[in-house]
């Protein structure tokens, strides 16, 4: 049971990604879903969550910028990603959640490397 990102790439800043979260062996639906990213020589930090009812949470880095949503047919999680800053540079992993903000997170994927520079 596992979750499994991908999407990630080199994009110039300003530019925009979209990365999915799939899972494999267990449906999404039930679960909150929350994107974390960490950086070289910096401490995680959760980006984004959505609940299983569709309530989302951004971190102040992310308002205005990312959308994460969740995509039902295809049992994903998305999060688009616009006007990408180099400090947006990092390792995107997702991770499952009963509920956004409330621990304990499980079921973490591998993670997709993002990176933004010109």
């Known amino acids: 049971l596992q979750l499994v990102e991908s999407g990630g790439g080199l994009v110039q800043p300003g530019g925009s990604l979209t990365l999915s979260c799939a899972a494999s062996g267990f449906n999404l639906d039930v679960y909150a879903i929350s994107w974390f990213r960490q950086a070289p020589g910096k401490e995680r930090e959760e980006v984004s969550c959505?609940?299983?009812?569709?309530?989302?949470t951004y971190a102040d880095s992310a308002k205005g910028r990312f959308i994460i949503t969740r995509d039902n047919v295809k049992d994903a999680v998305h999060l688009q990603m616009n006007s990408l800053k180099p400090e947006d540079t990092a390792v995107y992993s997702c991770?499952?959640?009963?509920?956004?903000?409330?621990?304990?997170?499980?079921?973490w994927g591998q993670g997709t490397q993002v990176i933004v520079s010109s």
């Open positions: 959505i609940g299983s009812d569709g309530t989302t």
């Open positions: 991770a499952a959640v009963s509920v956004c903000g409330l621990g304990p997170y499980g079921f």
